[in-house]
């Protein structure tokens, strides 16, 4: 066999290559393995009411926000437009789609109907 000097030896690898690679990769981790910009800044993000006062200030803005919006899908109704997807239909008026994406038919050929008549098991014949 290889004696005590390769027992030693075989020892030391095993104890130093995993602190080696923890020493490697635990070191200077914020220059290493960091996105810039990654998380938002203080003020681009939303902020939690804690208070009472804040909290009833927010329910109540969510409240005129969400009346405001009924009053405006209630004045559709009454015009008799619908109000499904509205919001998609203001988007493409603002910016139609081009004439080849118009005219393109999507047609999905596993959603055939004999896959659905079989079920599931279909694929197996």
């Known amino acids: 066999m290889g004696g005590p000097n390769l027992e030693v030896f075989k020892f030391g690898m095993y104890i130093m290559f995993p602190i080696g690679i923890m020493y490697y990769f635990g070191t200077n981790l914020e220059s290493r393995f960091s996105v810039p910009d990654f ?4 003020g681009s993000t939303h902020k939690i009411p804690f208070e009472r006062e804040e909290i009833t200030e927010e329910l109540q803005r969510l409240k005129e ?3 405001a919006a009924r009053a405006h899908r209630l004045a559709i109704e009454s015009r008799g437009g619908s109000t499904e997807h509205f919001e ?3 988007a493409e008026e603002a910016q139609p789609k081009p004439d080849i994406l118009a005219a393109t038919k999507l047609d999905e050929p596993g959603k ?14």
Do not use: D, T, Y
């Open 65 to 67: 926000r969400r009346l």
């Open 88 to 90: 998609h239909r203001q």
């Open 39 to 42: 998380w938002p800044k203080e």
């Open 112 to 125: 055939s109907g004999l896959a659905k008549a079989n079920g599931w098991s279909s694929w197996f014949k």
